[in-house]
């Protein structure tokens, strides 16, 4: 499966700042995605990250608020922006149908988990 | 869209007993279903998946079996281990030439009590 970098691993930030965090994959693949998991809760899809036109965002997430980059098909930064304290939550990055491999499994990365205060 | 119902919230067991956890989903299209195990602070591991032409899958402790036409899929885990207290997410996903969105059900926390 794919190895997923995702950076950073945590942050601590100001009410009002934003925060971007990073998504590299060591091989191209066709799917990125960006989860929230609250905490003691389950990962709700933000949005799908499309290579070369706007992400996908589910209801309840908004361009303005999480806006969403996919230059190449190996990288991708989602930023949360005005940021308050019910932003806090772990956010993780996730990949599926790589390229290469008939391969229908989603990785996850490590996860960044964002404190606002 | 999906919507994935996810059974119990909680569960112990001990330690050599079995573990059974089961999910429904609502999109007769979800045709892919993976199980993932999170330990504390770290990411979702995917422990077994299953797809819609197969009903049942084993990989040693853990299987996993669906039944599409009542929309609900199953985790059993035999032989329950103090490691494998976590929590676990079932979801479920459309897949056709690309790769739909996952849905994951609300999670149940595992404790297997030595």
New interface residues.
């Given amino acids: ?1 794919a190895v997923i970098s995702q950076k950073p691993s945590r942050d601590i930030c100001q009410r009002g700042t934003s925060l971007t965090i990073q998504c590299q994959v060591d091989s191209q693949v ?2 990125m ?1 960006w989860y929230r998991q609250q905490p003691g ?5 933000i949005a ?1 990250a499309n290579q070369g036109s706007e992400a996908t965002y ?2 309840g997430f908004v361009i303005d608020k999480f806006p969403i980059s996919r230059p190449n098909l190996t990288f991708s930064t989602l930023t949360v922006s005005n940021l308050s304290p019910e932003d806090s939550s772990i956010y ?1 990055c ?1 990949v ?2 790589e390229s290469s491999k008939a391969n ?8 960044t988990r964002l404190t606002v205060v | ?1 999906e919507n994935v119902e996810q059974h119990p919230s909680t569960l112990s067991v001990q330690e050599g007993d079995s573990a059974v956890i089961k999910c429904t989903y609502s999109d007769s299209a979800s045709n ?1 279903f ?1 199980w993932y195990k999170q330990e504390l602070g ?5 422990i077994i ?1 299953i ?1 819609s032409n197969v009903g049942e899958k084993k990989d040693q402790r853990i299987a996993v079996t669906l039944n599409k036409t009542a929309k609900h899929f199953s985790l059993h885990i035999t032989e329950t281990q103090p490691e494998d207290s976590a929590v676990y ?1 079932c979801a479920a ?1 459309p ?1 056709g030439t ?2 739909g ?7 149940t926390i595992l404790t297997v009590h030595p």
Wanted: hydrophobic residues 20%; positive net charge; proline residues 4%.
């Fill in positions: 499966s066709t799917m995605f809760q389950s990962l709700t899809l799908t589910e209801s993780l996730s599926g149908g229908y499994g989603y990785t996850f990365g490590s996860g | 869209g892919y993976p770290k990411r979702p591991q995917l998946d797809r997410f996903s897949q690309s790769y969105k996952l849905t994951f059900g609300q999670g």
